[in-house]
Antibody
Framework: QVQLQQWGAGLLKPSETLSLTCAFY????????WSWIRQTPGKGLEWIGEIVHDGNINYNPSLQSRATVSVDTSKNHFSLELRSVLAADTGVYYC????????????WGQGTLVSVSS | DIVMTQTPLSSPVSLGQSASISCRSS???????????LNWLHQRPGQPPRLLIY???NRFSGVPDRFSGSGAGTDFTLKISRVEAEDVGFYYCMQATQFPWTFGQGTKVEIK
């Protein structure tokens, strides 16, 4: 059973960069995809983007210009950067792992509350 | 983007009774490989969502058989039989057929 442990700064000012990292323990890297999802008061659950085990990356077009998802398999880490944050980016950010080819998320991180305020 | 619309938004239910949640997508969720990537998630307050059902009707590991999913195309249903106290919280449908993946707005299940 994989475990996901995430961390990152929780208080940001507008225009700063959100940076979160998720470590995964247990289970193979191959055959999986690694996602970032957020839950905001304004939009509810929103898929941000994912990186697939073969290196392919997909983003939500609404966030693509500001988001970067990356993975470091040597450290069993994957990361999210969201640039130029706004108050509307306030919410809980989750890392998640899913099964490639059946496209369901089977493990979630504990969530990081991110607050953007001047 | 595919819009996922859930009804009802709130579902008070007595212990031991059944609850049913509907999810409708703005376009067909059948992928070119013939599969339909429609999932159901459950979220308790302060916790991340957890997977209940994937590909319309497949129960995830450890999910009680009180939970069942059905549907096709654009119309899907989650049924909870014999509701227990631990079933309270929000339920979300989610489509993974087309990027960007999208979620329903959530249905709150509570005990009356």
């Amino acid at each position: 059973q994989v475990q996901l442990q995430q961390w990152g700064a929780g208080l940001l000012k507008p225009s700063e960069t959100l940076s979160l990292t998720c470590a995964f323990y247990g289970g193979p890297f191959s055959g999986r995809f690694w996602s970032w999802i957020r839950q905001t008061p304004g939009k509810g659950l929103e898929w941000i983007g994912e990186i697939v085990h073969d290196g392919n990356i997909n983003y939500n077009p609404s966030l693509q210009s500001r988001a970067t998802v990356s993975v470091d398999t040597s450290k069993n880490h994957f990361s999210l950067e969201l640039r130029s944050v706004l108050a509307a980016d306030t919410g809980v950010y989750y890392c998640a792992r899913g099964m490639y080819a059946s496209w369901h998320i089977d493990s979630w991180g504990q969530g990081t509350l991110v607050s953007v305020s001047s | 983007d595919i819009v996922m619309t859930q009804t009802p938004l709130s579902s008070p239910v007595s212990l031991g009774q059944s609850a049913s949640i509907s999810c409708r997508s703005s376009q067909s969720l059948v992928y070119r490989d013939g599969n339909t990537y429609l999932n159901w998630l459950h979220q308790r307050p302060g916790q991340p969502p957890r997977l209940l059902i994937y590909k319309i009707s497949n129960r995830f590991s450890g999910v009680p058989d009180r939970f069942s999913g059905s549907g096709a195309g654009t119309d899907f249903t989650l049924k909870i039989s014999r509701v227990e106290a631990e079933d309270v919280g929000f339920y979300y449908c989610m489509q993974a057929t087309q990027f960007p993946w999208t979620f329903g707005q959530g249905t709150k299940v509570e005990i009356k």
